[in-house]
């Protein structure tokens, strides 16, 4: 089976692709600004979720059977910030998965921190 995390370079996101990769699966796990350590078993991809369209491509080329979506800003100060940025990422992107994981037969998780605007 194959598995993306996204936000792997997170610690939820990071813990789970080493979890799935240790037992076997097929993991690919997406970054954007901060680079995820080469682990064995995991293929590393940078996507920008800013874009809808990449995410689509993402999960075209991956054809992951599961989607875990920890992706997200969590700098609460850059949320205030930059709004439009934390609405793109962490709200459009997620719907952005949403609605490409009902159009496949697959399984989505999406992860939700209590400082995630």
């Known amino acids: 089976m194959r598995v993306l ?8 996101g990071y813990k789970i692709a080493q ?6 699966y097929k993991v690919v796990a997406q970054y954007n600004e901060h680079e995820i350590p080469e682990i064995d078993g995991i ?6 979720f800013r874009e809808s369209s990449k995410i689509i491509e993402l999960v075209n080329n ?11 800003i969590g700098d609460v100060d850059k949320c205030e910030i930059e709004k439009e940025l934390a ?4 709200v459009e992107a997620t719907l952005t998965f949403a609605k490409e994981f009902s159009k496949f037969n697959m399984f989505l998780l999406i992860f939700i921190h209590r400082l995630c605007f």
Do not use: L
């Open 5 to 12: 995390v996204t936000g792997g370079s997170n610690t939820p």
């Open 19 to 24: 979890e799935f990769a240790r037992t076997g």
């Open 43 to 48: 293929e590393r991809v940078r996507v920008d």
């Open 62 to 72: 991956i054809k992951p059977d599961i989607i875990i979506h920890t992706a997200a």
């Open 87 to 90: 609405w793109k990422v962490n």
